[in-house]
T-cell receptor, first 112, second 116 residues
Framework: KNQVEQSPQSLIILEGKNCTLQ??????????LRWYKQDTGRGPVSLTI?????NTKSNGRYTATLDADTKQSSLHITASQLSDSASYIC???????????FGKGTMLLVSP | EPEVTQTPSHQVTQMGQEVILRCVPI?????FYWYRQILGQKVEFLVS????????KSEIFDDQFSVERPDGSNFTLKIRSTKLEDSAMYFC??????????????FGEGSRLTVL
């Protein structure tokens, strides 16, 4: 069964600090991996999309990495801001399907 | 910036009633989706729609659910007879294309459905 596991479940960091969120997946065959930011009560917003051949993708202060061999991805946030407080969701798309498999997300709280 | 819009933002209904959730996808997008998120849980796929027909659906999308694109702009999700467990946030999403390279998926702000 295709699964996406994220860790930690929640995280509190001080404003200005960096953090790294983890994602492990069992989806196979694999097409691409996405990271989304979801503010409470809002729709997910795309941060990065990486195909299986890409190792890293940046979007401003967000940098995602992908190791397709170990089926792991990470999202690194640098110089965190209060507005970064949200749930960060790892999403994997299998090859040959349009159905995305979502992780439960990591809830990040950036504290002043 | 173009966006996916959803109405209503919140609907409260009695168990057994019919509900229609409406979405206006981004105008040049061809692929449309409905997802749901039960409070505190992960986002779950319901159905995808392309070329005026369902292309994929999940186990959740049973006979109580239907989708329609009644005109060139709206995309609707109908729940025929709501159950308590249908209470969730329902997200509409659209994409310009699928395949390679992967098309970016744009989500609406969601419609919160509360079934009493």
């Amino acid at each position: 069964k295709n699964q996406v596991e994220q860790s930690p479940q929640s995280l509190i960091i001080l404003e200005g600090k960096n953090c790294t969120l983890q994602c492990n997946y069992t989806v196979s065959p694999f097409s691409n991996l996405r990271w989304y930011k979801q503010d409470t009560g809002r729709g997910p917003v795309s941060l990065t999309i990486m195909t299986f051949s890409e190792n890293t993708k940046s979007n401003g202060r967000y940098t995602a990495t992908l190791d397709a061999d170990t089926k792991q991805s990470s999202l690194h946030i640098t110089a965190s801001q209060l507005s970064d407080s949200a749930s960060y969701i790892c999403v994997v798309e299998p090859s040959g399907y349009s159905t995305l498999t979502f992780g439960k997300g990591t809830m990040l709280l950036v504290s002043p | 910036e173009p966006e996916v819009t959803q109405t209503p933002s919140h609907q409260v209904t009695q168990m057994g009633q019919e509900v229609i959730l409406r979405c206006v996808p981004i105008s040049n997008h061809l692929y449309f989706y409905w997802y749901r998120q039960i409070l505190g849980q992960k986002v779950e796929f319901l159905v995808s729609f392309y070329n005026n027909e369902i292309s994929e659906k999940s186990e959740i999308f049973d006979d109580q659910f239907s989708v329609e694109r009644p005109d060139g702009s709206n995309f609707t999700l109908k729940i025929r007879s709501t159950k308590l467990e249908d209470s969730a946030m329902y997200f509409c999403a659209s994409s310009e294309y699928e395949g390679s390279p992967p098309g970016e998926l744009f989500f609406g702000e969601g419609s919160r459905l509360t079934v009493l």
